[in-house]
Structures are given as structure tokens and as C-alpha cells.
């Protein structure tokens, strides 16, 4: 704290001295209009009191009044007040003024005067602030030589060396600060900062927790907690920090998207949604914020919303991360059909991604097996992979050599793949895509096929740089991939039909059938019968994920509800788990009419309890324009149909290619009016509690005969497609 001292060091008498004692003792209180009337009244009586003046001008100064504060400085110099004190407290008001070459004399005359730590540390800062940081830092050295003990000095030697960009050297002088002055809080601060800068944040949150017991008004600092928190992923104090400097500062936008990317960070998407919107009501071109809403909405199910201010993002910064995230997304989109599809993907990949070399690897002579690679960041998710290891286990390995390089090592995999001695298995984890394809390359690999598509981002640069003469996409793409590098998508005629082509930058092959044909491997509880026997009403449900649950989805499910008032819905997804996500989606529903009590919101389980709860389900309800692939499969496994309609994409097909694959072609619509009025018809009708638990009891034995379970099919038929794949690399000039 700074105090205020008598300039000439006279003693205290009576009268005016009295006034000027009084002055000084307010000042030094912090009550300011007291001081400043008492030295107002000495001067009414002594107008030239060099003391009073002074000393008011110093007051004006801490006031914020630095054009007073130069003039009573300027008459105080005149009557014979301390010079070297008066042309250093001019020079703070010059320099807040911005009369900065006068500011800089007036700190020159005052250590030319007297040699002060003060004065050459005010000096200094004026050179830090113009950006001069190595006079600067000779200025603060000669402050310390005055007095080495100079918490001051070091602390401002440090912002200098912060400055300049030498954090380590900042970091020594905030320290030596500290030591000299434990409660000097900038320092704490400061030092804290730097050490969060450094990336050591168990060592920086305790210094700004200190740092805060002495500045607890310092929004920006509890600001910066929060981030150090945040890197810690102690995520609950690092949202505890943000609002606290939120409670201090509405306007900090920067600690509003923080907290958004907090909350986002555990998946509270309605939460980091409203903490973006807040930042970009304080900056609205703000193109992070704008992206990072985007993505809260995705997983909102505003999927529109979402795109339209990802598409803004990319206009106004840096459009690489905007892009990206677009053709992720875009399939999801009700406005955004398949050429919008094309072009974002290909736009994707024509800016964002290596451009492929397709003369690079050569196809070798053949005289042994195909060498066949599968590429997957999911291969210890084993109901996902379900339409995966049933034609991996049945390779014909006198005609293919199976490789498999995986995101998880194969102690990960716990069902589904029945390893074959001739196999490999590549851990490629902890690889870069470059260092992955380069293995890839020297496997000597003849066709790579894709099992990520962008549900795993990371990797679509792998298969750019084309480390195999034939590149393939199939389960788990949904669209087009955009990229030149792809030479074949495998599908079906329902999901891909021959006019939509068009659509498509790689060759389409077809199989019979469905291309997602399964077999089930582990653990799955028994059918149960249809809850609607012991209830006499119907429910419906869904377990889709909730970016799959859109405002049209919502809608038509809501006129379903209304349509058949005696229902009710059951929804479960990971998402679920957050308070938050579930009164968003409890909101939507409320628009339509339909209150909480009808629609039954689960959070997350272990996937057997997960699929336990179609015991509860009557009728599923896909989504479109995104259906469900691994989210079908199982229902029906479980015994529950699926009510779903032929949409116009791949991505709103999926569903419509395992139903008919399964024999199961009565539940798929023409169009969503058909789809409303099915599952309202069988939500009414008093047939449907029978005929559901006709449909349960024989569910498994109907797939285990039908075309969407006939893996050894399915697997004959990507094998002919693989070899005439093949066949045409090698007529290729």
C-alpha cells in the first residue's frame, strides 16, 4: 500500500499544519474527499502552501483527474515544493494523458533530481508500455541497485521479461517479488499467469488462489484460475472459477466461451450452448464462439442452426476448423441434401486435406493372397462393429491376407473377432496418420478399407495420403466421403440407388441385400414380451444419440403422442445424463404440446443394461435424416420393430436397408406422413398387443434366416467385389 508522507519532513504545529496532518492521515485512510477538502481549506487560507499542492495534485492524480493533477504539480514546482516528487507525479499524469515525450522528461528531471527506486521504476514502465522493454529492464536494474529488496522493481522486471516473451525469466522475477513481499498481489498473480502460460498449472493454481485472497475483485483473475483448472481437468472448481468472474464481470466474453468449452467438456451441451451464446452477445463476430456454438447445437440436435453459424464461422476467421466440422455434420442437415453433401465434403477435402497421389503406390505382381487392410479406431466397440467381424472371421485367407490396424491394441477386443493365426494386427495408436500410412505402405497392402468414415475425423488424412493402390469406404459412412484419394464406396441399391451416383466423387458397388448385415457375439439379454400385454397402452421409444433428435423428429414424434394420447416415449442416450440436456429436450417437447410426463428421459448404462431397457419398449421410432444403423440392429435383436421411412440419402436409408434385409419391409414408410400414421395405427389399434408378441417371440429365429444375418453371404459377396476391384486396378493404364 502506498503512503503519503509529509514532502519536507516538517514537524506538525497548529492551524495549518493541523489541516495538512489531517489531509495526510484521510489520504493515507483512503478517504479521499476528506483529504482533498482539507486541503482545499488550507489552501483557501495559504494558496501557495507548496505542501497542499502537491499533495493535491498527487490526490487528483489517484483520482483520476490527470489534467489537474498536472496543473496543481506545475504551481507546486512554482512556490518550491519537492521538485523531484513533483515531476514524478506529473509524469504519471502526462503519461496517462498521452503526452508520453513529456511524461518520460518529467520522469528524467525527477531522478535527475533524486535517485529513487520509484522514479526509475515508473520510468521503466512508461518504456515497457511504448514497447522499449530493454531500456526498460536497465531502468528496473537500476531501481534494484538502489535497493535490491525492491519487491516493486522485481515485479515489474517481470512484466518486462513476460513481455519480451521470456516466461522462465518472468517467472524468477515474480518469485523474488514474492519473497521479498509475500502479500504483494500482482506478483502472486503474475507469477501464477506465467507458470499457466508455461503449461505447469499444478504449480500456477495455487499461486492465484493466493493471489485471489488478496485481489478477490480481480474478475480477470479468477478468470485465469478457471483455465489453469480447466488444463487440470478439474473441471466442476474450473466452472466454479468462471462464475465467480462472471458474477464480478457479465462482459467478460472470453470467460464466457471458457466456460462454454468447460461445460462442453462434460458433455452438457445446453450449458456450454448458452455460455457461447453470451459471448457472442458481447462480441458477435467472434468466429470461435460462433464454431463452438455450432457444435453444441449439433449435439443439441439443431443441426441447421448448427450449420448455418459453422458456415458464418468460416467466413469470419480461419475457416479450417468451421470447414471441417461442416462435413461432419452436413448428412444431418433437413435443409442440406445430397449435392450440398458433395460439395461440403469435397470442399473439405480440396482445402483441408493432403492432395492424394494416386501414382504413389503401385500395384505389386500378385502371385499370393490379396492383402487386405481394415482401418479402425472402433475395434473394441463391440456392438458397433457387429456388421465387421462376422465377414472379418469369414475370409477366405487362401485368398486374402487379413491386416488389421486399429486405435486400440487387441487386448481391447473382448468379443467379435475370432483371431486367425495368419492375420496381423497393427496397433497404429500412438502414430501419426503420415507415420501410420507409411506402415501401411511397407505392409505391401493391395486394398485399405475404411471403417471410420467421419465418425473418427482424426483419420481421413491416413487414407488422403493413399498408402495402397486401392482405397476403400463402406459401413459406417453414410455419404459421399469427398475425397478424390477414395477409389470405391461398398453399399447397397437401398441405400445408394443407381441415379444418385451422381452424388458420389467414387465408384459405387453394390452387394444383395443389406451392406450392414450383423451377427450378434456377446452378451445381449434375453426378448422380453411386449410391455404394452400387461399395460394395455403403447410405448414407444428411441435410443438414438441426441444429435439424431431433431426439430423435425421432434415434431413428428409429438403429433405421433398427440395422435395416440395413451402412449408414451422413452428416449436414452449418453447425453441424458445431464440435467441440463434433459430439460432442453423436455422444452422441445413443450413446444409441441406434449409435457414431460410423456416423454421418459434415461441417461446412460453398460450396454447390457442399455439394451435391457427395449424390455420396456414397444415400438421403436427411428430418426431421420440421420436413422439409426447400430441403434436398429439392436433393437430388433431385442424384439422391438422398428418404425422407420425411406428418406432421401444414404444417411436416411440405413434403417431401410436392414429392415428389409431382415423381412422386416412392413415397417418402412414411403414418407413421414406414412410414418406418423403407422405407429399411430399400431398405437390404437387393439391388435398390436398380440401381434408384437408374435413378432418378439420369433424375432431371432426370423433374422437368423434372413439376408441382413446371412454373414457368410454378405462376406462371399464383398470378396468378388474386393478381386474385381482388383481386376480393374490392374487393367489401369
Known amino acids: 500500500m502506498l503512503f503519503w508522507t509529509h514532502p519536507h519532513g516538517r514537524a506538525i504545529m497548529t492551524g495549518e499544519e493541523d489541516l495538512l496532518q489531517r489531509g495526510l492521515d484521510c489520504h493515507n485512510a483512503g478517504r479521499l474527499q476528506e483529504a482533498r477538502y482539507a486541503y482545499r481549506t488550507l489552501l483557501e487560507r495559504k494558496p501557495d502552501d507548496p505542501d497542499a499542492l502537491y499533495l493535491l495534485g498527487a490526490l487528483a492524480y489517484q483520482s483520476g483527474s490527470p489534467a489537474e493533477a498536472v496543473e496543481l504539480t506545475q504551481r507546486a514546482l512554482t512556490v518550491g515544493a519537492d521538485a523531484a516528487q513533483c515531476h514524478n507525479i506529473m509524469g504519471l499524469a502526462l503519461q496517462n494523458l498521452g503526452k508520453t515525450s513529456e511524461a518520460e522528461a518529467s520522469f528524467q528531471s525527477a531522478i ?12 521503466g514502465n512508461l518504456w515497457c508500455a511504448q514497447g522499449r522493454f530493454d531500456e526498460a529492464i536497465a531502468q528496473y536494474g537500476r531501481a534494484l541497485a538502489q535497493d535490491p529488496g525492491h519487491a516493486g522493481a522485481h515485479y515489474n522486471l517481470g512484466n518486462a521479461h513476460r513481455a519480451r516473451g521470456e516466461l522462465d525469466r518472468a517467472a524468477t522475477c515474480f518469485r523474488q517479488a514474492v519473497d521479498r513481499d509475500p502479500i504483494h498481489g500482482n506478483a502472486l498473480a503474475g507469477l501464477g499467469q506465467v507458470l499457466h502460460t508455461l503449461r505447469r498449472d499444478e504449480e500456477a493454481v495455487p499461486w492465484l488462489e493466493k493471489a485471489l485472497a488478496l485481489l478477490p475483485d480481480d474478475a480477470s483473475l479468477h478468470h485465469e484460475l478457471g483455465e489453469s483448472l480447466h488444463q487440470l481437468r478439474r473441471i466442476p472448481e474450473a466452472t466454479a472459477a468462471y462464475r465467480q468472474a462472471l458474477a464480478l464481470n457479465p462482459k467478460l466474453a472470453r470467460t464466457w466461451y471458457a466456460a ?41 440436435g439443431q443441426v441447421d442452426e448448427a450449420l448455418d453459424l459453422m458456415r458464418r464461422a468460416a467466413a469470419g476467421g480461419p475457416p479450417e476448423l468451421p470447414r471441417a466440422s461442416i462435413a461432419v ?11 450440398a453433401i458433395l460439395d461440403a465434403r469435397s470442399a473439405f477435402a480440396e482445402h483441408d486435406l493432403p492432395a492424394p497421389d494416386r501414382d504413389r503406390v503401385r500395384a505389386r505382381n500378385h502371385d499370393g493372397p490379396l492383402r487386405v487392410g481394415y482401418v479402425s479406431s472402433l475395434f473394441d466397440q463391440h456392438n458397433y462393429m457387429k456388421p465387421v467381424w462376422g465377414m472379418i472371421n469369414r475370409h477366405d485367407r487362401r485368398q486374402f491376407a487379413i491386416h488389421l490396424f486399429s486405435d486400440s491394441p487387441v487386448t481391447a ?10 492375420d496381423r494386427f497393427h496397433d497404429i495408436a500412438r502414430l501419426s496418420n503420415r507415420k501410420a500410412a507409411e506402415l501401411i505402405e511397407q505392409t505391401g497392402i493391395d486394398l485399405l478399407v475404411d471403417l471410420n468414415g467421419y465418425s473418427r475425423f482424426r483419420r481421413l488424412p491416413l487414407f488422403a495420403l493413399r498408402p495402397a493402390p486401392i482405397i476403400v469406404g463402406s459401413f459406417n459412412l453414410i455419404a459421399t466421403t469427398g475425397m478424390r484419394a477414395f477409389d470405391y464406396l461398398i453399399a447397397d441399391r437401398e441405400a445408394i440407388p443407381p441415379e444418385e451416383e451422381k452424388f458420389y466423387c467414387e465408384k459405387i458397388l453394390r452387394v444383395q441385400g443389406s451392406y450392414l448385415s450383423f451377427e450378434v457375439t456377446y452378451p445381449v439379454p434375453p426378448v422380453a414380451d411386449p410391455p404394452c400385454l400387461a399395460k394395455g397402452t403403447l410405448t414407444f421409444g428411441c435410443l438414438a444419440t441426441l444429435y439424431k433428435i431433431n426439430p423435425r423428429v421432434v415434431a413428428a414424434w409429438s403429433r405421433i403422442l398427440r395422435q395416440a394420447p395413451r402412449s408414451a416415449l422413452i428416449l436414452k442416450n449418453s447425453a441424458m445424463r445431464s440435467p441440463g440436456n434433459r430439460h432442453f429436450l423436455h422444452d422441445l417437447f413443450r413446444e409441441q404440446g406434449i409435457g414431460p410426463e410423456r416423454v421418459r428421459l434415461e441417461g446412460p448404462s453398460d450396454h447390457y443394461e442399455f439394451l ?28 422391438v420393430p422398428v418404425v422407420a421411412f425411406r428418406g432421401d440419402r444414404w444417411a436416411a436409408r440405413t434403417s431401410a436397408s436392414i429392415l428389409r434385409a431382415a ?7 414411403v414418407g413421414i406422413e406414412e410414418y406418423v400414421s403407422m405407429a399411430v395405427g399400431m398405437a390404437n389399434s387393439p391388435d398390436t398387443p398380440a401381434r408384437l408378441a408374435e413378432l418378439r417371440r420369433n424375432m431371432r429365429a426370423q433374422l437368423s434366416t434372413s439376408p441382413v444375418c446371412d454373414v457368410q453371404k454378405i462376406t462371399e459377396a464383398v470378396e468378388r467385389l474386393y478381386l474385381q476391384m482388383w481386376r480393374e486396378r490392374e487393367h489401369r493404364p
Open 413 to 422: 477386443i473382448t468379443h467379435g473377432y475370432q483371431g486367425h493365426p495368419d
Open 663 to 669: 423381412n422386416l419391409g412392413a415397417f418402412v414408410a
Open 260 to 300: 462454454g468449452c468447460a461445460e462442453a467438456s462434460r458433455d452438457e451441451w445446453a450449458a456450454a450452448a448458452m455460455c457461447f451464446r453470451k459471448a457472442l452477445e458481447v462480441d458477435p463476430e467472434w468466429a470461435a464462439a460462433q464454431h463452438n456454438l455450432g457444435q453444441a447445437l449439433f449435439n443439441l
Open 612 to 639: 435391457k431397457q427395449y424390455d420396456e419398449i414397444d415400438v421403436a421410432l427411428d430418426t431421420f435424416p440421420c436413422n439409426g444403423g447400430t441403434t436398429t440392429t439392436e433393437a430388433i435383436w431385442q424384439g
Open 112 to 123: 535527475a533530481i533524486h535517485e529513487s527506486p520509484s522514479f526509475s521504476i515508473n520510468l
Open 329 to 339: 455434420i452436413v448428412t444431418g442437415s433437413q435443409t442440406s441434401g445430397n449435392r
